[in-house]
């Protein structure tokens, strides 16, 4: 989402207001952010660590994760971003606090991802909503089998969008996410590693902070 940076907003509107509409178009690792989704830890968040399938080493202090959440929002919005809080304090994801994996907001509208972690599925249909009642319209969606996580692409430049094809995102993901954004795609294989034990996204290797530089991981780089 892209627009005029403003203090932090997300409270709920009286009754009968209309949701203000967004621009939108984050084709852009390293622009100046000036909207950005954030999704504060919930009840669920507090909760992972009791069902092994979310996949938490460690039960969760979730009054200092929300002091923490809280910290990074306050640093956002001094550093002049407009933070939106999707507020679902209902949600049965906790790792909905991961908002960049779910789902991709491309100049065309948004693309919600299938995630290949089966707990995150849902998670895209969250985001999706708010930004629907905020005017941004859907691109298109992977659908099954294919599956793909936020964390395994980024833009290079706005005409040049990157994949990794890995534990979370697959061959199938791969072709349908490359033919809704169009345009110039690369496809890399992301390295194996340690497996699931140690997950790798492509973001894990490859991280761009300016135009012309990006901070990378040389041994797991992929070659080709």
């Known amino acids: 989402m892209t627009s005029e940076a403003a203090p932090a907003t997300g409270d709920p509107l009286p009754a009968g207001d209309p949701l203000p509409a967004l621009a939108y178009g984050a084709q852009s690792m390293t622009a100046p952010l000036r909207d950005v989704l954030v999704q504060r830890p919930e009840a669920a968040f507090g909760a992972a660590f009791d069902d092994p399938a979310h996949g938490f080493l460690r039960p969760v202090d979730l009054e200092r994760a929300r002091r923490e959440h809280d910290a990074f929002r306050d640093l956002l919005a001094r ?13 049965v994801h906790p ?3 991961y908002a960049f994996d779910p789902l991709l907001v491309t100049a065309r509208g948004s693309i919600p991802l299938r995630s290949g972690k089966p707990t995150r599925r849902g998670e895209e249909l969250e985001i999706e909503a708010w930004l629907a009642a905020r005017g941004v319209p859907t691109l298109g969606r992977i659908e099954a089998p294919g599956t ?11 005409d040049l969008f990157c994949i990794g094809r890995t534990l979370r995102t697959n061959g199938e993901g791969v072709r349908q996410l490359a033919a809704l954004v169009g345009g110039d795609v690369r496809v890399f294989d992301v390295p194996w590693w340690r497996g699931d034990a140690e997950l790798l996204h492509l973001l894990s290797v490859v991280s761009p902070v300016a135009d012309d530089l990006a901070v990378v991981y040389l041994p797991l780089l992929p070659v080709g």
Not at 79 to 91: F, I, K, Q, S
Not at 148 to 158: A, H, K, S
Request: charged content about 20%.
């Open 79 to 91: 550093l002049g971003a407009r933070v939106h809080v999707l507020g679902a304090a209902e949600t």
């Open 95 to 97: 790792d909905l606090v």
């Open 148 to 158: 793909v996580d936020g964390g395994d692409t980024f833009w290079l430049r706005p």
